[in-house]
């Protein structure tokens, strides 16, 4: 066998020069080579850093409550489960004791404490933290079973995830005037969080949230109509009076022809109206449409934000504000223009028991008259007796009674009393005469009597239009020597405008009504509600309400990397100046590239911003997000700092590396064969 030497120097056998593409090729492959462990060098060692390196904790309650940090809080710990992508998964789960709350106290300006088991409330709930060695992690808090999903109320396990907030004990005393009561309840809210090596997603649930609050602008509201109606009936009872407006409308007809005696009638008008029982059905105190009701009795509100929102609270944008100035607007515009319609009800009430009142009208005058004396003179006949001298039965100046008249009357009175007495004389009735006498006598009339007897009987409406039900009026003038010509029409329609003008005119008792409902009812509220320093202001400006709050969180505690952070519901006082409340919280990392909304199934890879290649809109758009996209408008969540893994798909990577590897070989393999030709026996 012979065989062919084949010189290690000098040409090649066969033909004398390679072509341009063995020399570019075998060149090719020597970059490819190299090129290939250049590459692969970075990605090993980084994936020897950071291979299923995972974190994932939980809370339920966190946060700052009045300078107290709740992580502090012993029984309020979070869970916790780290894995360093060489261990079992590890999990945890449960270590909250909500028992933990009344063991705290808050420490409150002016020296005041306040136990945190009076700020916070909360049911039965449940954490749960998991991380695994292929870099997936998962935490979730609240209304949750024993392996960490979501439940809605009262899942298998009994997690409810409820919790009521007292935000009146957070607030200044400045607004008790108008505020008391301020709660936050949550139904059933829970949080999860899931994490892989490059991406994260979160998703919140809340089955219920009610605000309530009391406000005593709009309370009492039985007490401020009865006011208002006490008014009116003391207005009634005035215009009625003798100098009422209603009592002069009679007077006014009657005083005249009375003025023939020098007197007035006793004038009364009843106007019979049961205001009270005519509004009784409108003061019940309870009010609403179901989305926000209150009682004007107690002044208590409870608004169910579910159904104020439109029936939904759950797959809200990130950070949506459930107490914007539209909703808070929509609230308390709502009671107070409610309170405005009862007040206008309670007037339209009150004007038609007036315009059905029953009224009734007496005027009364019994009256005696005396008249003038008069004189007359008076004469008649009398006897005047005549009187003379008589003595022992003779007349003086000669003669003798014989015992005549005189002598004969002396005689048998004296029975000769004179005998033996000197002879005297003695005077005595000789005789009568006829006389006239004429004298002034007064004479006295008897008294003449006057009397007024009216009665008018019927309702306003119709007193108005000029009939009733019975009317009389009788009128004598002393003893009916005087004649009245009264019509007892006249009284009526004299009446009827008194009437008209008196209660539903301008400056009428039914424009007072509505003064003073404005003024005791209307403006109380609106003042309380919607004024300077008001129910407006607190929930305007001091309180906040995010649901589904997320966010991006560089470090935690001592785990250093980007995280992703799922908050179900996060309440604010004073712009967090007195609280912030993180209610059910979920965190994942620390590898999160992109944030992705795990509800979004279709049309995934335009990033939420364009539609599907056949052109038909993105059910996703505005939702589904990667690569750093916005967040529904939130800061971009393509993490700053050291990443886990370059923007490049790794795959993509590997394979573009092997395609050079592979190209390289072949190349320099052609290479190899043209200048190492085989040697033919």
């Known amino acids: 066998m012979f065989t062919q030497h084949i010189p290690r120097t000098g040409k090649p056998v066969g033909k004398s020069n390679h072509t341009a593409g063995v020399r570019f090729g075998a060149a090719l492959g020597t970059m490819a080579l190299v090129s290939g462990f250049t590459f692969i060098a970075p990605a090993a060692a ?75 409330d909360a049911g039965v709930i449940s954490q749960y933290a998991e991380a695994d060695k292929n870099g997936e992690s998962f935490a979730s808090t609240g209304a949750i079973q024993d392996d960490g999903a979501i439940g809605v109320g009262n899942t298998s396990s009994g997690r409810a995830g409820d919790l009521t907030v007292d935000l009146d004990s957070l607030l200044s005393n400045e607004f008790a005037s108008v505020l008391t009561d301020l709660k936050l309840e949550l139904d059933a809210v829970s949080a999860r969080a899931d994490g892989n090596m490059t991406s994260a997603s979160g998703d919140y649930t809340l089955a219920d949230a009610t605000l309530s609050f009391s406000s005593p602008a709009i309370s009492k509201l039985t007490s401020k109509v009865t ?99 539209a909703v808070v607007n929509q609230i308390l515009n709502g009671i107070t223009e409610t309170v405005a319609d009862l007040a206008d009800d309670i007037v339209e009430r009150v004007e038609l028991s007036l315009r059905d009142a029953r009224v009734e009208v007496s005027a009364k005058l019994n009256l005696l008259t005396a008249q003038k004396s008069t004189q007359k003179t008076v004469c008649r006949d ?94 004598s003038l002393l003893g009916g020597t005087v004649t009245t010509g009264l019509n007892v029409n006249t009284l009526i329609g004299s009446l009827g405008k008194s009437l008209d003008s008196s209660l539903f005119s301008n400056g009428g008792v039914v424009t007072s009504l509505v003064k003073s409902l404005n003024t005791g009812l209307v403006n ?83 990033g939420g911003t364009g539609g599907d290649p056949d052109g038909d809109p993105d059910p996703c758009v505005g939702v589904c997000l990667v690569g750093g996209s916005d967040f529904l408008d939130l800061p971009t969540y393509a993490l700053g700092g050291q990443l886990a893994y370059t923007g490049a798909g790794v795959a993509t990577l590997i394979a573009l590396i092997v395609a050079l590897l592979a190209a390289g070989a072949y190349f320099a393999r052609q290479g190899y064969l043209r200048t190492h030709p085989k040697s033919e026996l």
């Open 382 to 475: 009398i006897q005047v007796p005549i009187i003379g001298d008589i003595l022992n039965g003779e007349v003086l100046g000669g003669g003798s009674s014989n015992g005549g008249l005189v002598g004969g009357l002396l005689g048998g009175l004296t029975g000769g009393l004179t005998d033996g007495v000197t002879q005297g004389v003695t005077q005595g009735i000789i005789g009568y005469t006829t006389d006239t006498v004429c004298e002034v006598v007064g004479s006295v009339l008897p008294d003449l009597r006057s009397t007024v007897d009216v009665s008018i009987i019927g309702n306003v409406d119709d007193l108005i239009d000029g009939t009733a039900i019975s009317a009389k009026a009788n009128i």
């Open 524 to 606: 109380p509220a609106v003042t309380g509600l919607l004024g300077d320093s008001s129910v407006a202001t607190v929930l305007h400006d001091l309180v906040s309400i995010k649901v589904n709050v997320q966010e991006q969180l560089t470090s935690t505690g001592t785990v250093k990397g980007d995280m992703f952070s799922e908050t179900a519901v996060r309440v604010a006082v004073g712009s967090g100046d007195v609280a912030t409340l993180n209610v059910a919280r979920a965190v994942v990392g620390p590898n999160v590239q992109t944030v992705v909304d795990p509800n979004c199934t279709e049309n995934c890879g335009t």
């Open 227 to 325: 006011t208002a109606l006490n008014s009116v009936d003391g207005q009634l009872i005035s215009l009625g009076g003798d100098n009422g407006a209603l009592g002069n409308s009679i007077d006014g007809i009657l005083d005249p022809v009375l003025g023939v005696v020098g007197s007035s009638a006793d004038v009364k008008v009843v106007v019979d109206a049961d205001l009270q029982k005519a509004v009784s059905t409108l003061l019940d105190g309870k009010y609403g449409d179901g989305a926000v009701s209150f009682n004007l009795e107690t002044g208590a509100v409870v608004v169910d934000l579910e159904t104020l929102l439109g029936g939904e609270l759950n797959n809200l944008a990130p950070n949506t504000e459930l107490l914007t100035d």
């Open 46 to 120: 980084s994936a020897e850093e950071t291979t299923g390196a995972s974190y994932a904790y939980a809370e339920f309650l966190s946060g700052d409550v009045l300078g107290t940090d709740l992580g502090n809080v012993a029984g309020l710990g979070q869970v916790v489960a780290s894995n360093n992508g060489n261990q079992a998964r590890q999990v945890d789960r449960d270590p909250l004791t909500v028992d933990a709350l009344g063991a705290t106290v808050l420490n409150q300006p002016g020296g005041l404490q306040l136990p945190l088991l009076d700020v916070v």
